[in-house]
């Protein structure tokens, strides 16, 4: 896991610094060593930051050079598979010089060119110089784990693993996009390809890049389909499933320095955790935070867990926030980034940092299985819905129109029954984003008319994609998942937290051919009976007495509204009345939110707390031209 950057210029490049102020910007994500690349044409310059975890000698240094070809690798990641890959590497005459992961991307994009991106089973993020083609190569991993960042300009192309050093390039247009504010006052992120800066585009997940004398071109290489099914009984599917989730977990255990794990006590991590403690020789050392609000606090069931699996457990209290980590905490994530659950995952994991470079986590079983309440379907609607979409496989009314509308009794009765039971029950990852954050709210802050449209041709663009994958409610909703909210949100959550603390998070739920398992299963193994992740909570009983199993969900939040209110209040007050740091958002607006929340004690939580996050972000990150 590491940090890299680089630039290819339309002439060669002179200014050295250009690349070392990209460097410097990400010295937290590879605090072991530094290294840069010039191309002998002077037109490439390949900067990297390097955490050690494979083959922790010199020659895992880079950027690394291809000694036949002269390509040459900035990479920041982990492949799972590399071991397998290069036995079969060596057996078609390559020789290495290292033990690392990197070496063996270098061998295969020697062979098969673009193709390599087939054979790699992990999370990354690279680019390769290509010396003879004069052309620079770069990919990102399937589920998106591992950012990469651009800036295309009349000087050149500039990349980085975070957004913050790149906006402070002088190649980089750090003008507002209004466009991404309109996504982020909706979603509490900015989707990809868009970044809060005109000048900065995220790569997509499952995308390359490829960039050369003929211009830039960007294209996918792995879609996720759901309507291939494969039809077993329920004790094959568990049986399959537990094999699969066990060899991605052995996977992720492979490292030259000691793994652990971030143990939420949620039945997600407390499964990858069993399964670790399942295959390994001595105590699994596991992580938690929790909160001294009970309705936040799942620190109990972390404890149950690590006590059932033997773990040498150090959980940690998440008390009063410290203001003094916000500024920093904005900047790491260099655009405003509005999930509040970003607090308690630094915290999680600068605990887990004191004693490890490498942890397992629980991330993605919501989007694997169908965690979320948004997707406890009855099972009439789920077999109903089915039905429809085998007649009618796009939707029946535009989504964009529907969730949006307002109506009276008894049209917004009918239109309710109508959405979650006929038409759009896979509307959730949509509607979930709805009452504080609706279309009307955002017209009224951004006041421009001209971005009416914006997130409504998103959803529909989105849905409609979600139908043609898919032939039932549940699976659209994951697919939905798969390529919004998770990508967007939770991934960027968790890469931004740990690697501020040089930590690596690996996600063995994540792992995309137990996603393409998955994806073939029947609905009835993902939600039965209004319960979801029906499989991965069948295969938790095999480890957990069933009342651990079959609680509440609580998620990973923050005491909020309680925290705005107290700690953060006056720090609130002082930000959204600030003109500087809400512009360009309609300050009658915001005071309204504001003083219905601080003086009316109205619950405007979810609503100011993205607001509060630009605000910050407009003071201490990049400013924009």
């Not at 290819?8 to 102020?21: D, I, N, R, S, W």
């Not at 002998?40 to 990297?48: E, F, I, R, V, Y």
């Not at 790491?332 to 490498?358: H, N």
Request: charged share 25%.
């Amino acid at each position: 896991m590491c940090g890299i950057a680089g630039i290819v210029g339309k002439q060669p490049l002179e200014e050295h610094g250009a690349l070392a102020g990209l460097v410097d910007g990400i010295v937290h994500r590879g605090p072991d060593d530094r290294g840069d690349y010039l191309s002998p044409d002077g037109t490439c310059a390949l900067g990297h930051t390097r955490l050690a975890i494979l083959d922790l000698s010199t020659a895992g240094h880079q950027p690394m050079i291809d000694g036949e070809t002269g390509n040459a690798i900035v990479f920041n990641g982990e492949i799972y598979n590399f071991a397998t890959l290069r036995t079969q590497c060596e057996a078609d005459g390559f020789r290495f010089r290292s033990h690392s992961d990197t070496e063996v991307i270098l061998a295969l994009y020697r062979r098969h060119g673009v193709d390599c991106l087939r054979f790699l089973r992990g999370m990354f993020a690279f680019a390769i110089w290509d010396a003879r083609a004069r052309r620079l190569f770069f990919a990102r991993d399937r589920l998106g784990k591992k950012p990469f960042h651009y800036a295309a300009s009349p000087q050149g192309f500039a990349f980085c693993s975070e957004i913050d050093p790149l906006a402070r390039h002088a190649w980089t247009d750090r003008s507002l996009d209004m466009q991404a504010l309109d996504f982020f006052l909706h979603l509490q992120y900015v989707p990809a390809p868009l970044s809060i800066y005109r000048g900065i585009r995220k790569l997509p997940p499952a995308h390359y890049g490829l960039l050369d004398a003929s211009g830039l071109r960007i294209a996918p290489y792995w879609s996720l389909d759901y309507r291939d099914k494969v039809e077993m009984d329920e004790t094959e599917a568990l049986d399959a499933f537990e094999a699969k989730l066990a060899e991605a977990v052995k996977l992720r255990m492979v490292a030259d320095v000691p793994v652990g794990a971030l143990l939420s006590g949620g039945v997600d991590s407390s499964v990858i955790v069993a399964l670790m403690a399942k295959q390994s020789a001595a105590p699994v050392r596991t992580f938690s935070v929790g909160f001294s609000e009970a309705a936040f606090d799942e620190s109990a069931y972390a404890r149950q867990a690590a006590e059932i699996c033997g773990t040498l457990h150090r959980p940690a209290e998440l008390g009063a926030p410290d203001l003094s980590v916000l500024p920093m905490l904005v900047r790491r994530y260099g655009e405003p980034f509005g999930d509040s659950s970003a607090l308690p995952s630094f915290s999680v994991c600068a605990a887990a940092r004191q004693e490890l470079k490498v942890v397992l986590n629980g991330d993605g079983g919501d989007e694997l299985l169908g965690g979320y309440p948004r997707y406890s379907l009855p099972d009439a609607t789920i077999r109903l819905a089915t039905w429809v979409r085998r007649r009618h496989p796009l939707p029946l009314v535009d989504p964009a129109k529907w969730l949006g509308s307002r109506g009276p009794f008894p049209f917004k009765k009918l239109r309710r029954l109508a959405m979650e039971h006929l038409l759009l029950p896979d509307a959730g990852p949509f509607t979930m984003y709805g009452g504080s954050r609706n279309d009307a709210v955002r017209r009224t802050l951004l006041g421009d008319d001209a971005l009416a449209g914006n997130l409504p041709q998103w959803r529909a663009d989105w849905f409609r994609q979600a139908r043609l994958a898919s032939d039932n409610p549940v699976d659209s909703m994951l697919w939905l998942d798969n390529h919004t909210y998770l990508p967007g949100d939770l991934l960027v959550k968790m890469d931004i937290a740990a690697m501020h603390c040089g930590l690596e998070a690996r996600s063995p739920l994540l792992d995309h051919e137990l996603i393409e398992f998955c994806a073939r299963l029947p609905a009835r193994f993902k939600v039965r009976h209004r319960t979801g992740k029906y499989l991965l909570k069948k295969l938790a009983e095999r480890y957990y007495p069933k009342d651990f199993v079959y609680r509440r969900k609580m998620g990973f939040g923050i005491p909020l509204d309680a925290w705005m209110r107290g700690p953060f209040r006056a720090l609130l007050d002082d930000v959204l009345r600030d003109p500087a740091c809400m512009a360009p958002l309609d300050m009658a607006a915001v005071d309204a939110f504001r003083r219905r929340f601080l003086d009316e004690r109205a619950d405007e939580s979810t609503r100011l707390w993205p607001l509060f996050m630009y605000g910050l972000w407009r003071r201490h990150g990049a400013p924009a031209d």
